[in-house]
């Protein structure tokens, strides 16, 4: 039995809410009870799941803090068991356990949670400030507030003994239901922003790869160093990459303004001298060091990097007003922010990457919920430290700032520079060759307007050539173990035998993306109008891109007609602008009445695991 706490019961005295506090630990329970109590909260204790539930038909509460690794109903089956309570489906919850799983986050995370707090981490103050945001910002209810003058207070909510596996009380929690209405997309908060801010401005700390340290210092020890090879080294790594400009754009503080559109401008600043100081300087990390996951996703963010300079550097075409080396650098650094926190937080970047994919969403748009900023706050944080020239940052800034995809028409996002557009089709691009660092990773088709405001091709580039140059010399130079190298070389998804139809509008450009990802997912066959019924031989599916809803809703209707009158019905695809999303729905939902469903809807950008789960439910005929 707890003990009674008789200012609770103490008829006037106001109260801030209600909090439920599950936890088969009694020093942690009555830690954080006390806590609780001491700022001015009602405390109802329950020693596991089956207690918790048992309590709050008698003691209602306005949210709750958990721990996951509890007898009988773990914190997880708990927090299915109150979302499945029509009165508990909102109610606020704050997972705080001293287990760090990627899996157990994303399972919480998807059943929707406040925070996600490490026993071996927390605070209570910090505990104390996250209930207080939760009570501020209304997410609690109060509902329990109407029965507060009959209940007891937490003192009167007794730690009864635990009843028998297979008792009356274990074998009437209510069955697990997910409303549609709750917050299932929102991703649990893992750092802090006080935690967070520091380590996006540590330009300093930040780490290049050992291998490529290794062999520029090997290259600057011969007698003439060759600034063409130095250059091909230092530009393979970012971090090296960015304290080379840095160093450079340093210089101007002497008198010496830099010219820096290249990496090798940025050398010719400092001298070979400059480059000797950069790496002695520079902390680096060994991926073949680490757990094989984790060694792999940080060679990939370098692979992806390399990947997007070099596209930019094919589909923008050489003028005056854009040198030669610029489009590589910005390809190249403007994931600078995702590299800070993939090296201060590397479980909490995968476990959040993790529930990205599970939910749909790019994970740079969740960083909001699990790190406490946005990217756009972390993107000018990361550049600001690092002191990189304004001419490099400013398109990455912008990039940023509209999510890491080009604008639709219609959307309440600015338009983007040339260089900010180009840079998000290059990123999309990489994405589609499947040189992406997760599998939330998103793509896009390209409209020829997108291509003529940019200014860039409307062909599409040697896809597979780019893939395997940066693929190549990535191996080459690890010289992995094979254990090691298969991990890196395997793509995210592996390509399925398939054929699949790709009914592009034709407003879309032929550069591109999704086409480039389906390819790379399965066989693909292009067409810029509505399939015939001779194109449905041997085919497993359709995908169909369209600009707007109304031509969506015509391409797919006629889909349908003649899949009909070639006697099959395959599954279809439709992929829309997001801002589009709901339109189509309606539009093609009346299309479909009285027939076989239309069509699933997915608004891009679309993440390549949503391809390749469509692509993977394809049947061969």
Not at 423 to 437: E, I, N, Q, R
Not at 534 to 542: E, I, M, Q, R
Request: charged content about 20%; glycine content about 6%.
């Amino acid at each position: 039995m707890t003990a009674v706490n008789a200012q609770e019961n103490t008829p006037g005295v106001i109260h801030k809410g209600s909090v439920l506090v599950v936890d088969d630990a009694q020093f942690c329970r009555e830690m954080v009870a006390a806590a609780l109590r001491g700022s001015g909260y009602r405390v109802v204790p329950a020693v596991d799941g089956c207690d918790a539930l048992r309590l709050l038909a008698e003691y209602p509460a306005d949210m709750a803090i958990i721990d996951y690794n509890m007898p009988r109903m773990d914190g997880v089956e708990l927090l299915r068991a109150l979302r499945g309570n029509p009165k508990y489906q909102r109610m606020p919850v704050i997972m705080l356990t001293d287990v760090a799983s990627k899996e157990v986050i994303v399972r919480v995370g998807a059943l929707g949670v406040a925070g996600y707090m490490l026993k071996s981490k927390f605070s209570l103050p910090e505990l104390l400030g996250r209930v207080g945001k939760a009570f501020k910002a209304g997410h609690a209810s109060h509902a329990a507030s109407a029965v507060r003058s009959a209940a007891p207070a937490d003192a009167a909510a007794p730690e009864a003994a635990a009843p028998a596996a297979g008792s009356a009380a274990a074998a009437s929690i209510p069955a697990p239901v997910i409303s549609r209405h709750m917050p299932a997309a929102t991703a649990p908060n893992l750092i802090t922003r006080e935690a967070a801010l520091p380590a996006v401005k540590d330009f300093a700390g930040v780490k290049a790869l050992n291998i490529l340290v290794a062999e520029l210092h090997a290259a600057l020890s011969a007698p003439a160093a060759d600034l063409e090879m130095v250059a091909s080294l230092i530009q393979q790594d970012p971090v090296l990459a960015m304290r080379t400009l840095v160093a450079a754009q340093a210089t101007a503080a002497q008198g010496k303004p830099p010219r820096l559109n290249s990496i090798e401008d940025a050398i010719r600043a400092i001298g070979i001298p400059g480059v000797r100081t950069i790496l002695d300087s520079c902390p680096v990390f060994d991926p073949l060091s680490l757990p094989i996951e984790q060694g792999v996703a940080l060679i990939r963010r370098w692979q992806h990097l390399q990947a997007v300079g070099s596209i930019l550097t094919r589909i923008l075409p050489k003028t005056e007003a854009i040198p030669a080396g610029l489009p590589y650098i910005i390809g190249l650094i403007h994931e600078l922010p995702d590299i800070l926190l993939e090296q201060h937080f590397p479980g909490e970047m995968t476990a959040a990457s993790d529930f990205a994919t599970q939910v749909g969403a790019p994970v740079r748009t969740l960083f909001q919920s699990v790190f406490g900023v946005a990217i756009d706050e972390l993107a000018g944080l990361a550049f600001d430290g690092a002191k990189i020239p304004p001419a490099i940052v400013s398109p990455v800034l912008e990039f940023a700032r509209a999510g890491g995809s080009v604008p639709q028409a219609g959307a309440q996002r600015p338009a983007l520079s040339r260089l900010a557009k180009t840079l998000a089709v290059a990123d999309a691009y990489a994405h589609a060759l499947l040189m992406a660092t997760s599998k939330d990773a998103t793509v896009q088709p390209m409209t020829e307007h997108d291509c003529r405001s940019a200014l860039i091709t409307n062909a599409p580039i040697n896809g597979p050539e780019v893939r395997s140059e940066v693929v190549t010399t990535m191996c080459t130079q690890l010289k992995a173990p094979a254990e090691f190298e298969k991990a890196l070389i395997e793509p995210l998804f592996p390509p399925r035998a398939v054929r699949v139809l790709y009914a592009r509008h034709p407003a879309f450009s032929r550069l591109d993306p999704l086409e480039t990802a389906l390819s790379q997912l399965g066989k693909v066959q292009t067409l810029e109008r509505a399939p015939r019924a001779a194109d449905w031989d041997n085919v497993g599916g359709l995908v169909v891109a369209s600009p707007d809803a109304e031509a969506a809703r015509s391409l797919v209707s006629e889909a349908i007609r003649v899949q009909k009158l070639a006697g099959v019905s395959l599954p279809i695809l439709c992929v829309v602008p997001g801002e589009q999303h709901a339109a189509t729905v309606k539009a093609i939902g009346k299309s479909a009445v009285g027939e076989q469903a239309a069509a699933t809807i997915a608004g891009y950008p679309v993440s390549l695991f949503q391809l390749a789960q469509f692509i993977g439910k394809l049947k061969s005929p």
